[in-house]
């Protein structure tokens, strides 16, 4: 680990070419943390070791995560990072160090794989990198799930990462909680009480909604997307073509977007293809939270050495639960979903989408909801 001390020797600083920074799809783990690989990108200000900000995200998450070095958070998390989830918010680096320990113990043979990085930004302004991830393990000791089970277990987690200077800042994570948790074979609306208890207890609140932005009064939904976030045409396109589908709700248009021999990587580990299936499920999502607003936090993409582009979304869902699904019945409680989604699009079709958001954190806003209910 860098000794905060002491200045990391000069390194000399090549012109930035984004094609010569790493892509994660196509390679393996020696070749996404080289011992031998010269600095590709211009990277002020970090460790000498890291040669561009793929090889950065990638290094330094094994390097914590499955060579247990906890303590480079130390010197990769100044020390008031902001790090959201669907179930917690950490305001501080020494939470996120016991959190990272704890989390370790519990699933010692976790391996989180690298699967997809997409990136924008320079080290004046700061980098902004969307992370995929798929974790693979078993059950192997006691921990909040209870006794070990020694079933295996294959999860997807998406990680956005604001860093300047070698310390990451500000970080989003969505784990894909129910998936484990049906794989564990552990029941998710008990465990969800479980969880919704403890929350209430510790004086947590439910989560406070506004009326929808969706809509403007008795208006109908905008008919054109704001595209201001974006920073290329591609971007722009995405937008637009989100904005169809989510707020005008003009589900047929994924007929359009979408290619023929699409395929869908979402929640709960499901594996699908073709256009009608990423129709019904996101059709799916919505259904459970028909007046939900859908807004996008931030996207960013890369071209593909594969062809075509990658395109990262961040995004949240709010509304009420009003439409039957995976969660129950109707509650009409209130409920708010933070996701992420990357894309790959060839020719101006999607043919590759991957979606992350937690079912599981969105039973416990509802148990939470149901016993504040309750108890007034």
């Not at 020696?30 to 995200?57: H, K």
């Not at 921990?143 to 310390?167: A, H, S, Y």
């Not at 974006?230 to 169809?244: I, Y």
């Amino acid at each position: 680990m860098t000794d905060a001390s002491k200045s990391p020797k000069p390194v000399d600083e090549p012109a930035d070419d984004p094609r010569a920074v790493l892509q994660v799809e196509r390679r393996d783990l020696t070749q996404l943390i080289p011992t031998d690989r010269p600095r590709v990108q211009s990277m002020r200000g970090f460790d000498p070791e890291y040669t561009d900000i793929v090889d950065y995200i990638v290094r330094c998450t094994h390097r914590i995560w499955d060579e247990r070095d906890v303590g480079l958070i130390y010197t990769h998390y100044t020390h008031n990072c902001v790090v959201y989830g669907n179930l917690f918010t950490m305001y501080d680096r020494e939470t996120l160090v016991r959190e990272t320990i704890s989390r370790l113990v519990e699933l010692p043979d976790r391996r989180g794989m690298a699967t997809s990085v997409i990136w924008r930004g320079n080290d004046v302004d700061g980098f902004y990198t969307s992370h995929m991830t798929h974790g693979v393990g078993r059950h192997t000791e006691f921990n909040q799930w209870g006794k070990p089970t020694g079933r295996p277990f294959v999860t997807r987690t998406i990680v956005d990462c604001m860093i300047l200077e070698n310390k990451i800042y500000r970080e989003w994570v969505v784990r894909d909680n129910m998936a484990l948790l049906i794989q564990l074979g552990i029941e998710p609306h008990a465990y969800a009480e479980t969880w919704a208890r403890a929350k209430l207890e510790r004086g947590e609140a439910v989560p406070e909604i506004a009326e929808s932005g969706r809509l403007l009064g008795q208006y109908p939904p905008q008919s054109e997307a704001d595209v201001s976030i974006a920073h290329t045409p591609s971007e722009e396109q995405m937008l637009r073509w989100l904005h169809h589908i989510y707020t005008m709700r003009m589900f047929g248009k994924i007929n359009e977007i979408y290619a023929p021999n699409c395929q869908w990587h979402g929640p709960l580990m499901r594996e699908l293809s073709g256009r009608a299936a990423v129709l019904q499920q996101t059709m799916r999502l919505v259904a459970m939270i028909p007046d939900c607003e859908y807004v996008v936090q931030h996207i960013c993409s890369n071209q593909s050495e594969e062809g075509g582009e990658k395109i990262a979304v961040r995004w949240t869902m709010e509304g009420h639960h009003f439409g039957y699904g995976s969660l129950g019945a109707p509650t009409g409680h209130k409920v708010s979903v933070m996701g992420f989604s990357h894309y790959h699009v060839v020719d101006g079709q999607i043919i590759d989408e991957w979606t992350v958001y937690d079912e599981f954190s969105m039973l416990v806003q509802l148990k939470m909801a149901a016993m504040q209910q309750a108890a007034a």
